[in-house]
C-alpha cells in the first residue's frame, strides 16, 4: 500500500482563503494504529477514504470520511473480530509559519498533532490514530450471542461445552435453602 498521510499545503495557503484541494488518504492500521490489529497475521489493514482541505484564516480545514477496516478481540470470548470503521475526520491544521514571508507564527492550538510544520506539511497521522480509536467499539462481538468462555477452565464455550460446575452464587444459595425447607 501506498500510504497517504502527509499533504505538502504551501500552494493551498498561498491561494485565498476559502480556497480547497481535493484528496484521498490512505493507511496502513498495523503501521499506523496497531492497538485496532490485533491478531496474529500478516494480512494489509487499510485505512482509506477521500479528504477535502479547505484554507481557512490561518491554517486548513481538514475534512474526511474515511473507512478502516480493523481487527479486535472478541470482548467475551478474545477470538479475533473483524471489523469495518466509519471515521469522521474533521480538524482545522494551524500554520507555524508564513507562506509568503517565511515569518514564524505561534499558533492558538497548543496541540502539536494540529501544526502544518516549518515546511508546511499537513500530516494527518496522529489524528487519524486518535479518530480511528475513538471509532471502534469498547466490547466488540464475534457474534450478539457470543457465549464466551468458562470462567472456570477458559474453554471457549462457543466451539465446547465443558463439565465445569458453576460456582453458586451466595444469594441463589440462601433462596434454595429456603425453596428446600418449604418443600420438607
Ligand atoms: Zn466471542
Ligand atoms: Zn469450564
Redesign the pocket.
Given at each position: 500500500m501506498i500510504e497517504n498521510l502527509t499533504f505538502n499545503v504551501a500552494q493551498l495557503l498561498k491561494e485565498p482563503i476559502g480556497a480547497v484541494r481535493a484528496g484521498q488518504v490512505a493507511a496502513d492500521v498495523r503501521r499506523l494504529a496497531p492497538e485496532l490489529a490485533q491478531a496474529d497475521s500478516t494480512v494489509e489493514l487499510a485505512m482509506t477514504g477521500p479528504m477535502r482541505l479547505t484554507h481557512t484564516d490561518g491554517g486548513v480545514l481538514v475534512q474526511g470520511a474515511l473507512t478502516s477496516q480493523a481487527v479486535l478481540p472478541?470482548s467475551?470470548?478474545l477470538?479475533p473480530v473483524a471489523l469495518t470503521l466509519e471515521i469522521e475526520l474533521e480538524e482545522v491544521f494551524a500554520q507555524t509559519v508564513d507562506v509568503l514571508t517565511g515569518q514564524a507564527i505561534t499558533p492558538e492550538e497548543d496541540d502539536r498533532a494540529l501544526w502544518i510544520d516549518d515546511r508546511h506539511l499537513l500530516d494527518l497521522g496522529e489524528v487519524l490514530r486518535q479518530n480511528a480509536l475513538v471509532a471502534a467499539p469498547m466490547h466488540p462481538?464475534?457474534?450478539p450471542d457470543?457465549r464466551?468462555l468458562c470462567v472456570i477452565c477458559g474453554q471457549n464455550l462457543?466451539e465446547e461445552t465443558c463439565t465445569c460446575e458453576a460456582e453458586p452464587d451466595a444469594r441463589w444459595a440462601i433462596l434454595a435453602k429456603l425453596l428446600q425447607n418449604n418443600e420438607s
Open positions: 472478541c467475551r470470548c477470538e462481538l464475534c457474534r457470543c464466551g462457543n
